[in-house]
């Protein structure tokens, strides 16, 4: 869902940054917190933003001016809570722009208010909804990260319609055919991403219940669930 360099009028590409930045600086100040209270959640911190990178890194063609891709802001949403994962997403989509032409740095405010924003806190509400009516862990997990991508692929579609309206229908008619035509490629990307991402927390639980624990992912007393019971509880 990466809008590409110089798609987005001026206008447009301003006022979502200026609507990024908030959350951003809130981000920063939270990272920091964390880093210097808890030095040891580093690595955790650092694959999270890698498994973000290397999955938003991997696209396909979509509507003219954008692309279709998972996202990765599931995992570290559910980790360290969405401010942290606005910091991460805007440093993955800093990158990608700077050294991969994916994106762009004009439309880096609305990429970032889609997938580093509103998609974290999407996948998050979902997940801590499911998990205080006792949903298995591996399937809010799953929940979380489907519920990140697609609303971040929503996100993307307002902002392409409020920019391009449709000459006939105005924004309602732009948003349908943005929406359908992401809906294609975006659904099952949505799907394989709540999988993987099942996947790595799985490989967590065994190897860091501890950092789990700590992060409120995994209930002190409670034994964590590992293999084929992980999804079945």
């Known amino acids: 869902m990466h809008i590409a360099e ?7 590409a301003v006022a979502w940054g200026v609507a990024s930045a908030p959350f951003v600086v809130h981000g920063v100040r939270a990272l920091g917190r964390e880093v210097r209270e808890h030095p040891e959640s580093t690595l955790l911190l650092g694959a ?3 498994f973000t990178f290397v999955l938003s890194a991997l696209k396909l063609p979509s509507v003219t001016g954008s692309c279709s891709h998972p996202t990765g802001t599931g995992l570290g949403a559910i980790l360290f809570r969405p401010p942290i994962m606005a910091v991460l997403g805007t440093i ?15 439309t880096l405010g609305a990429n970032v208010f889609s997938m580093a924003i509103v998609g974290p806190w999407a996948g998050y509400g979902m997940y801590r909804l ?24 929503c996100v993307t579609s307002v ?14 008619g732009a948003l349908g055919k943005f929406g359908s035509i992401f809906a294609v490629t975006q659904i099952p990307l ?4 709540g999988l993987l991402t099942v996947l790595v927390m799985r490989l967590l639980v065994q190897s860091s219940k501890g950092e789990l624990t700590r992060l409120g992912v995994l209930v002190a007393g409670r034994p964590a669930p590992t293999g084929t019971e992980a999804v079945a509880r």
Do not use: K
């Not at 110089?6 to 447009?12: A, M, N, R």
């Open 159 to 172: 902002q392409l319609a409020l920019a391009f309206p449709d000459p006939s229908s105005g924004f309602l």
């Open 48 to 50: 999270s933003g890698a």
């Open 6 to 12: 110089g798609f987005l009028p001026p206008v447009h």
């Open 190 to 193: 949505a799907v394989s991403e």
């Open 130 to 153: 499911l998990r205080r009516y006792a949903v298995p862990l591996m399937v809010a997990v799953f929940f979380g990260a489907f519920v990140a991508d697609l609303s971040t692929y």
């Open 92 to 106: 993955t989509l800093l990158f990608q722009a700077l050294l991969l032409a994916h994106g762009g740095l004009t």
